[in-house]
């Protein structure tokens, strides 16, 4: 990472120098007086196959610590809303053909397990849109997938998706941080101009399991704030826009990539989910 800092006026004007990308190869540092530092480390290729990758990356927060894991793909691979009638287990969004994909939990549900806002699966809307449903919709249409605000949304996408809340566009965080702000398990879903980003971020006294086969146990206090999600997609990727899934005991995702599973798994099950392909 390149890191900017601004030396002694020169000519009634300021010079910027760039500082060697050597001095930074661990840790790229995002930080707010009243907040403990965010830390992200380097990325770990897991496993790749056709343009779709899968990678993990340390991070901290203060004396927290935890995995984000990543999948990528470009932007003009498949999106697809997988929906159900009702709260289900996540495997049953899996699909069970040999790959590669990768499945991410998808919005929020209410107490009586009925989706909260939008959601249209090939077409067919199975929850329909609230104002109360969340800030941002994931929408495909003919000329590609798009993440917008509510108020933008029009019917006739082919996919769907209503969640609370986006927390990039244009590229900059739309979430304030603050000190104390809740903790927990989080998962997006982010576009940049190139490329479809799956995001899980989870701490580590939350998980249990091996590297490539991970449980998410509840654990309160445990994981990261809404902002802190933000930042890490506005500073750590290059999209332009993203939209928080649900998280918590719901935070999971999966992929099968060259032949084998990966599968972050969380305690409840979800009533619709993301999935994408090369």
């Known amino acids: 990472m390149n890191q900017n800092r601004k030396i002694g006026p020169k000519r009634g004007k300021r010079l910027l120098v760039t500082l060697p990308v050597a001095l ?34 340390r991070w901290s927060l203060g004396t927290s610590e935890g995995w984000i894991w990543r999948v990528t793909l470009p932007r003009t691979g498949q999106i697809k809303v997988l929906a159900a009638e009702a709260v289900t287990s996540f495997e049953r969004f899996l699909p069970g053909d040999p790959g590669p994909w990768a499945v991410i939990n998808g919005g929020f549900y209410d107490r009586d397990g009925t989706a909260m806002g939008l959601v249209v699966a090939d077409g067919i809307e199975y929850g329909a ?85 991970v449980r998410v146990n509840f654990a309160a206090g445990s994981g990261l704030p809404l902002w802190a999600l933000a930042d890490y997609v506005a500073t750590h990727t290059d999209a332009r826009s993203a939209l928080n899934l649900d998280g918590s005991v719901s935070a999971q995702l999966a992929a099968r990539i060259d032949g084998k599973n990966y599968a972050i798994r969380a305690m409840r099950g979800t009533i619709n989910a993301i999935a994408v392909r090369p």
């Open 129 to 213: 849109f609230r104002r109360g449903g969340g800030s941002g919709v994931l929408e495909l249409r003919k000329d590609g997938p798009r993440i917008i605000h509510h108020s933008a949304y029009a019917p006739g996408a082919t996919q769907a998706l209503q969640s609370i809340d986006r927390i990039v566009a244009n590229g900059v965080t739309l979430v304030k941080r603050r000190s104390g702000a809740r903790r927990a398990a989080r998962s997006a879903i982010a576009l940049s101009e190139d490329t479809i980003f799956l995001i899980l971020a989870a701490q580590d006294e939350s998980l249990s399991g091996s590297a490539d086969q």
């Open 24 to 57: 930074f190869t661990l840790w790229a540092t995002t930080a707010a007086a009243d907040t403990p530092q965010f830390r992200v480390g380097v990325l770990e290729p897991m496993a790749s196959e056709a343009g779709l990758a899968l990678e993990r990356q």
